[in-house]
């Protein structure tokens, strides 16, 4: 059975191209637009992996991610976050929340392909 | 007479002399500081002494630094080389270890000496540039928006784009889709990336407007002198009507802030009529305190704000208004010249406005030096007062207005003054208790 990832973003091209690459991998992607209900989506999918923009609608990434962390049953799920900004500062405050890994907008198909083997094979 | 005596006596001498050598109407200077041609016509003719605020006010209209008018130009030469020294970082070596022999050198290499005073006017030109810019790409939230949508298009472009130039198989359809993708987020990145030059073009740090609501009702008061004689009338027009007619006032939210603001000014004016009020506002030496006396039923915010809009009487020094709400953003500014409001993020939490926030209803006052070049003082009043009508079961809402009044007083020994910054980016205060972040001041004094 394939390992599942969850790529809360809301660009719909964006999630197009990652849902093909990791698709064409061998991995199930389901995709979430929308942060205020992120969560909810997170505990129904579980899955082994979610890939999780810094910039949503209604609610940051940020928020999604401290929640995730404090909740018992998530809290060790790897998240890679996506965001646009790379500033020293945003990369510190993702891995304090407790980001498995950080990746700044654009990334290449390879370095996206490679992080979600990494994170789910550790 | 004394030389010194003598070189100051002329300063209106020297004035007259370089607006008429940049082609300055005598009328327009006097607007541009706010006074009258005639009092200026009486300080060109050396019959009123002038210093301070006004006298910088007047260099900086003039574009040359106060000391060239008050002194001349041998005596400025000298103190923009010191200037220079002085800014040096301390660990650079540097002529001010004892005897630093700025007036030789300025007397046997005058052209060498210029070039030093003019590098240096140059830099703090470019430091000031730096310092706005540093603050507006870390809190212009309008930029930070533009630039997701760029890098996000760009984003969606490089992965559609790789997918199709890596090796391997894709179906028709496939291609068709990530085809048909790059070509909406190409027309998208063009018209973001044009959005995002436009927005940048229209606010370049030198105009230092960004088209925000907020900014273009401060950019119409600006205008207006933040003093609008039609609603001090009997029969005041719909400040809907004004804000049509209002040329910076471009966008709708603009409009809609202007017209709160308008009618706050009409209640203002209600409460605290124009004549009354400004003729007390001269007699009382426009002392917020003494003029609450005076007026007890208007409140404490009402006179400040009333104060920060009337006409600025001859000779005497603008009057500078921030007010903000109960987060501390700042939701409104006039800002002075050796004052100025942060545009984006927050301003220095030693201010009294800040304060006042903590005290609601105490009116707060304190002697402020601005850190920095000048050294500037001022008084500031600040009060915080509820916002709307009373009620139960919600959220208290308070918002705090701050006076800032230039203040060229004389210090008595050991009276207090508090001194405070802009915001801790641009802030060189060292050791500063209420410090958020580091200062992009570099070697801060």
Redesign the interface.
């Known amino acids: 059975m394939s390992k599942r990832v969850l790529l809360i973003e809301d ?1 719909p ?2 999630i ?3 849902g ?2 990791l698709s ?1 991998d061998g991995w199930t992607v389901d995709s979430h637009a929308d942060g205020e209900t992120a969560m909810a989506e997170i505990r129904r999918r579980a899955p082994d992996l979610v890939i999780l923009d810094v ?1 949503l609608p209604n609610r940051s990434g940020y928020d999604i991610l401290s929640d995730l962390r404090a909740d018992p049953a998530l809290g060790a799920m790897p998240v890679l976050m996506l965001t ?2 790379g500033q020293s500062r945003d990369r510190e405050q993702a891995e304090r929340i407790g980001a498995s890994r950080f990746m700044t ?5 390879t370095e ?1 392909l490679e992080a979600v083997r990494e994170l789910v094979a550790s | 007479m004394p030389a010194g005596s003598l070189s100051g006596s002329l300063t209106g001498s020297r004035i007259r002399q370089r607006r008429v050598a940049l082609g300055f109407r005598q009328s327009a200077l006097a607007r541009e500081v706010g006074i009258s041609a005639a009092y200026l016509n009486l300080i060109e003719h050396n019959k009123r002494r002038i210093a301070g605020k006004l006298l910088a006010d007047i260099a900086r209209a003039l574009k040359v630094d106060p000391s060239v008018l008050a002194e001349g130009a041998a005596a400025a030469l000298v103190g923009s080389l010191r200037d220079a020294a002085a800014a040096l970082p301390a660990s650079q070596p540097g002529p001010l270890t004892g005897d630093d022999r700025a007036e030789e050198f300025a007397g046997r290499f005058p052209g060498w000496a210029a070039v030093i005073a003019a590098q240096r006017r140059r830099i703090r030109h470019l430091e000031r540039l730096v310092e706005g810019l540093t603050d507006r790409l870390a809190h212009d939230p309008h930029l930070a928006a533009s630039l997701h949508e760029v890098l996000s298009t760009v984003t969606a472009i490089r992965a559609s784009a790789a997918i199709l130039v890596e090796p391997g198989e894709i179906e028709d359809e496939w291609r068709d889709r990530f085809h048909r993708n790059i070509h909406e987020d190409s027309q998208r990145l063009a018209e973001s990336s044009r959005a995002l030059a436009a927005y940048l073009d229209a606010s370049g740090a030198e105009t230092e407007t960004t088209g925000a609501p907020q900014e273009e009702l401060e950019a119409w008061l600006e205008a207006q002198g933040y003093h609008l004689p039609a609603l001090e009338a009997a029969d005041p027009p719909d400040p809907e009507t004004l804000a049509q007619g209002a040329p910076e006032l471009t966008s709708a939210a603009g409009r809609a802030l202007a017209g709160g603001w308008m009618r706050r000014y009409r209640r203002d004016a209600e409460a605290l009529p124009l004549d009354g009020f400004a003729a007390a506002a001269r007699a009382l030496d426009r002392d917020p305190g003494a003029l609450a006396a005076r007026f007890p039923g208007a409140g404490m915010a009402a006179i400040l704000r009333r104060l920060a809009a009337l006409p600025t009487p001859d000779g005497a020094a603008r009057i500078g208004l921030a007010i903000c709400d109960s987060s501390g953003a700042l939701t409104f500014r006039k800002p002075l010249a050796d004052f100025p409001l942060p545009r984006y993020g927050a301003a220095c939490p030693l201010w009294p406005l800040y304060q006042a926030l903590s005290r609601p209803l105490t009116p707060v006052r304190a002697a402020l030096e601005m850190a920095g070049e000048g050294r500037h003082r001022f008084m500031a009043y600040a009060v915080a007062e509820p916002v709307g009508p009373p009620g139960f079961d919600a959220p208290p809402v308070f918002e705090a207005a701050m006076l800032i009044v230039p203040d060229a007083r004389m210090r008595m020994p050991g009276e207090a003054v508090l001194q405070v910054g802009t915001s801790c980016r641009i802030c060189p205060l060292k050791d500063c208790p209420a410090r958020r972040e580091p200062s992009i001041l570099a070697d801060p004094a």
């Open positions: 660009e091209n964006i197009q191209a990652i093909f690459i064409r910039m646009a900004r907008k654009p990334f290449s198909n996206m």
